[in-house]
């Protein structure tokens, strides 16, 4: 069983930057075709920040685009996330997914925080 394991997070101030990671316990992130990165604030859906599949194809949330950027080695998945805002505090998730083989694995999140 694939274990993911988020860390990076923490309390920063508007304008502000954080580099969220994400391990897997077992498995080079090459093996995964698809990752991504997820947020929940309180009282909202979890919604979509970045998704990158295999081959570069990548996607962004519209309130993150221009701030946010998702990159991956073969020891872990990044989220560069730049010009912070009030509105981007919330738990922070990661996705990592084998769709060949119906794997999809969440890890238990990371909090961001941005002060006003």
């Known amino acids: 069983q694939v274990q993911v394991v988020e860390s990076g997070g923490g309390l920063v101030q508007a304008g502000g930057s954080l580099r969220l990671s994400c391990a897997a316990t077992?498995?080079?992130?090459?093996?995964?075709?698809?990752v991504g990165w997820y947020r929940q604030a309180p009282g909202k859906q979890r919604e979509m920040v970045a998704d990158?599949?295999?081959?570069?194809r990548t996607k962004y949330g519209d309130s993150v685009k221009g701030r946010f950027t998702i990159s991956r080695d073969m020891n872990k998945v990044y989220l560069q996330m730049n010009s912070l805002k009030p509105e981007d505090t919330a738990v922070y998730y990661c996705?990592?997914?084998?769709?060949?083989?119906?794997?999809?694995?969440w890890g238990q999140g990371t909090q961001v925080t941005v002060s006003s």
């Open positions: 077992a498995g080079s992130i090459f093996s995964f075709d698809a």
């Open positions: 990158q599949r295999s081959g570069g």
């Open positions: 996705n990592l997914q084998r769709t060949y083989r119906s794997d999809n694995y």
